[in-house]
């Protein structure tokens, strides 16, 4: 069979883009050698329906080992009892824990996608949207901070069944505790997605969401340094409250009703080699290489929001506690397309982003979020951060130069070319 050049000539100018590039997408990060060969395995040949030991297939002996691995791995990483690792992606987790929690039309109280939420979190143009009853609760306008007040608030007028926490463009911590009291007295499940900040948590960096939220959702790919995909974990199993029982009369406890959510509620066959690359991740995560890097990760984060102060940006909150920042462009009289744009011909890669009362429109914007986490694993320390913000800066205020946009191009390049893309 002939070789597929014209396929595998893009895959290698994407391995360019890639080094050559300073990559500060919030939710992409560089994975480990290793990850990528699993990705890449025979695995990817097997059908595996079903849960290990339960399969609908013959032959699955070996990939029920990898499964049980990943879910081991990922059980010890957060110190939780229960995990399934079959989640295509983090929407397709969530989807499973709507199906397993909700019925058509029930109640979702999510973050606001306009204040840094995510589509799956009760969007109209997504399914949570479309198929269940949705209210929003944001930041405060002065402070930028989640306001739980206007949380609890709607919460006890509304009586959700579901209320979501957790964020795709917020740079402060969770109160989940507060979150649990609002929860406990409205009569809601509690779903925390954690896609953005897992690995801080799992390091210890930031707080746990896992005692006081039912139900927890990631990603594997963003700060956990896995192959893109999702889990649904918990750390304590518990009754589901409609007393859906089994054939013999039993209550079915949460964990079963989000098995059957997954498949064959919304999934066919997993990805058994994303699985194997996934279980690699996690143990990687679990060494103590990892919570070096993530502190890595913090440091340089809290370094570029106060060098963007510094020089007149406006970051949403006023800095940083994980990974990521979200910053406001209209003081600089320009908006979050037109700064993606420039940036990208200066081969320093963002996205535009909604900030919280956005005077334009999601295809617009009038911000950037930017995210430390895929820098740091490329090898970027403190030191070299500031450089990092000029240049940004360097386009910013010259957008339309063409010429200082191939200048500053050509000084990335010169920066990110001789560093790996995964120096841990």
Known sequence: MARDTEIFDLIQKENKRQKEGIELIASENFVSEQVMEAMGSVLTNKYAEGLPGKRYYGGCEIVDQVENLAIERLKKLFNITWANVQPHAGSQANYAVTLA??????????????????????????????????????????????DYDQMEEIAMREKPQLIICGASAYSRDWDYERIRKIADACGAIILADISHPAGLIAAGLLND?????????????????GPRGGVIMMRHDFDNPWGITTKKGTVRKMSSLLDSAVFPGSQGGPLEHVIAAKAVAFEEANAPEFKIYMEQVVKNAKKMAAAFVEKGYQIISGGTENHSMLIDLRSKGLTGKDAENALV??????????????????????????????????????????????????????????????????EVNQLMSDLPLFAW
């Open 101 to 146: 929690c909700l019925q058509p039309g029930d109640k979702i109280l999510g973050f606001d996608l306009s204040h840094g939420g995510h589509l799956t979190h009760g969007s109209p143009v997504n399914f949570s949207g479309k198929r269940f009853t949705n209210f929003f609760y944001g930041v405060n306008k002065e402070t930028g901070l989640v």
């Open 209 to 225: 969401p896992f005692d006081h939220c039912h139900i927890v959702t990631t990603t594997t790919h963003k700060t956990l340094r």
């Open 345 to 410: 011909a200066a081969d320093i890669t963002v996205n535009k982003n909604m900030v919280p009362f956005d005077t334009e429109s999601p295809f617009v914007t009038s911000g950037i979020r930017i995210g430390t986490a895929a820098i740091t694993t490329r090898g970027i320390k403190e030191n070299q951060i500031e450089t990092i913000v000029d240049l940004i800066d360097r386009v910013l205020m010259n957008k339309d130069n063409e010429a200082e946009l191939t200048a500053v191009k050509k």
